[in-house]
């Protein structure tokens, strides 16, 4: 069992208000359960975040590593308009 220990801390109205809510309305038994659900929920949160740094860091680090030549903005720029032209034509004989 864990020890507890008695500590002030400075809320807004609304904050606290909001707290006393949960626990008025039986969403908490208490206070304290409220304050641990949001701090478990951040931390939850945070891992989250943390997971999805380290897929784009991979993503990005695979993408550096490609062997594959890498293409000049005039070759994109190219490539974009082709499809473009070819979409829009496409769409005019599904039109007709």
Known sequence: MTGTSRTTIT???ETLDAVHDLVDVGDFASADDAVLAA???WRETREDQGQR???IREKVRHA???PRPDFSIDEIDAAL???MREA???AGRAAG
């Open 64 to 66: 550096i590593d490609d």
């Open 81 to 83: 308009d082709l499809m």
């Open 39 to 41: 701090i478990d929920a």
């Open 53 to 55: 740094l380290q897929l």
């Open 88 to 90: 829009k034509s496409e």
């Open 11 to 13: 809320l807004r109205n």
